[in-house]
């Protein structure tokens, strides 16, 4: 299983805080599993989780680049941060 | 000598004094310490603020700051280096983040104090909403913080 996280605007907007998800061939990396929510999830998620400038992390480091994924990951997808 | 590093987020509020003087080592090897402090502005691109709601990723958070005093570690020679970050909901004037930095001189001190929080900006897992009369808002991110934290690249 993947465990996938959703935070900020992002959680808010998808009403979804974290999902389960199993780990297929449909989604062996973090674009693959991306576009799997936005094809799989109905017409919002898909402009929600489609936006350009949204940030992923995996294992709770972020990602600049596509990576692989193995069963038990963390994968979390957020705005751009606002902190400090 | 390895820098002692320190991060805490937390929804209560903080003591300065005790904070700065956590810096120290207790044998005056310091010349200076120098510290950040944030706090909750009333207004913010024209729109009145009441209260914020500050949202994080839990691990993440405390993560990615500690890589980023520990590369503020690399880069200058520091003694100590501290964050504390509060998350929850916060009213207007309250402080929200206090950065602190020991050193031998000034000069790192100053210099990792100020690239911390441009770090901190740009990578540490947090989302800031504002409430006001208007209504919520997410505050977006702002350019000029990505600007800041990049002018740090290719400098050692």
Aim: glycine content about 8%.
């Amino acid at each position: 299983m993947l465990r996938v996280l959703f935070f900020g605007r992002l959680r808010e907007q998808l009403d979804c805080d974290s999902l389960e998800v199993p780990l297929t061939d449909a989604c062996r990396d973090v674009d693959a599993l991306q576009a799997s929510l936005c094809a799989s999830r109905g017409e919002h998620w898909a402009e929600v989780l489609g936006a350009a400038n949204i940030i992923r992390a995996l294992n709770q480091e972020m990602l600049t680049a596509n990576a692989a994924l193995s069963d038990g990951d963390e994968i979390a997808f957020f705005p751009p941060v606002t902190g400090g | 000598m390895k820098a002692v590093l320190e991060v805490s987020v937390q929804p209560a509020d903080f003591d300065i004094r005790t904070l700065q003087a956590s810096l120290l080592a207790g044998d005056a090897r310091e010349g200076g310490v120098a510290t950040f402090t944030g706090y909750v502005r009333a207004n913010n691109e024209n729109r009145g603020v009441q209260r914020m709601f500050l949202e994080h990723y839990p691990g993440m958070t405390e993560r990615s700051i500690l890589a980023i005093l520990e590369e503020s570690a690399a880069r200058w020679p520091v003694l100590a280096a501290r964050v504390v970050h509060r998350v929850g909901e916060l009213e207007v004037g309250e402080q929200i983040v206090w950065v602190g930095v020991s050193s031998a001189h000034r000069e790192a001190a100053f210099a990792a104090c100020e690239f911390i929080m441009d770090y901190l900006k740009t990578r540490a897992p947090f989302w800031k909403k504002e409430l006001g009369p208007d209504g919520e808002h997410w505050v977006d991110a702002r350019d000029s913080d990505s600007d800041r934290a990049q002018r740090w690249q290719g400098q050692q």
